[in-house]
């Protein structure tokens, strides 16, 4: 078999995942706080000495031994996934003068309590529900110090610090929490991310201020996905040739090269 036909094998796959990571960040580009991914590659080493005997050359082979060593074993290389990136740089402003959005400017989540247990937020397209408790669109609860939000009607404000006044009193203030590393973040649905690293690593941020009135548009590039986008399906076509090309060439060996004829 032509061991050859994996390394146009790994380039596709590697591709295809880039093409699953651009199309979902096309996908949520009117997504509010949407954060895109990337994917980046990395070349896996070949292994040559791995797990084969060593080369015996005839009596009169004159050839220096360690010009041969290469050709032991695994001699090709492959391209792998090393990460899928986030980007979690700040997104335009959209000013929608309702009292419900607000802004994030900076880094941090809206703390969320939802079915499945705390979330993370970064969209700030909220609602009131009947009770008058301050709810994403999914109806879970946006979380303050002393808790989840009630307000008593529609008409209050919230200052850049994240504090609630209605009627002049004040209420609660936002919680607002942020990580030292964004890596242990994961997307879970509904625009929410789950964080699986230490407790001690959430802080709260001290430059980050809430804008009440204003939503964080996706920090997706449309121009920047659209190319990558054409380049890794092009890509992915010529890996897929070059595939269809070793399997030609495999058959052709076990059914013409392979046949005795009399």
């Given amino acids: 078999m032509l061991k050859n036909i ?7 796959i590697s591709q295809e995942r880039a093409l699953e990571a651009i199309a979902n960040n096309l996908a949520n580009i009117n997504t509010v706080g949407f954060k895109g991914d990337s994917v980046t590659f990395s070349l896996q ?3 040559p000495y791995k797990n084969y005997p060593d080369l015996i050359p005839p009596a009169n082979y004159k050839e220096d031994m360690e010009s041969v060593f290469p050709l032991r074993g695994n001699d090709m290389s492959y391209v792998g996934i090393a990460a899928m990136e986030r980007d979690f740089s700040q997104g335009s402003a959209i000013n929608t003068k309702n009292p419900t959005d607000l ?3 900076g880094e941090g989540f809206f703390k969320v309590q939802s079915p499945e247990g705390v979330r993370y937020l ?6 009131l529900s009947q009770d008058g408790t301050l709810v994403t669109k999914q109806g879970d ?3 303050g110090e002393k808790g989840s939000i009630s307000l008593r009607g529609s008409e209050f404000t919230i200052n850049n610090r994240g504090e609630i006044f209605q009627d002049g009193q004040y209420l609660d203030k936002i919680q607002i929490v942020a990580f030292k590393d ?5 997307r879970v649905g509904k625009n929410y991310y789950y964080y699986g690293g230490r407790e001690e690593d959430a802080f709260v941020p001290v430059k980050t201020t809430v804008q009440q009135g204003f939503l964080e548009a996706s ?4 121009i920047k996905n659209l190319t990558s986008m054409i380049v890794a399906h092009r890509s992915y076509e010529a890996y ?3 595939v269809a090309n070793y399997d030609k060439m495999m058959e052709k060996s076990s059914n013409s090269i392979g046949d005795v004829r009399a």
């Fill in 122 to 127: 970064r969209g700030g397209d909220l609602t």
């Fill in 219 to 222: 920090n997706v590039n449309s």
């Fill in 240 to 242: 897929q040739k070059a």
């Fill in 182 to 186: 964004n890596h242990d973040l994961e």
């Fill in 141 to 143: 609860p946006v979380q």
């Fill in 6 to 12: 994996y390394t146009p094998l790994a380039g596709a």
């Fill in 103 to 105: 802004m994030l400017e």
């Fill in 45 to 47: 080493e070949p292994e």
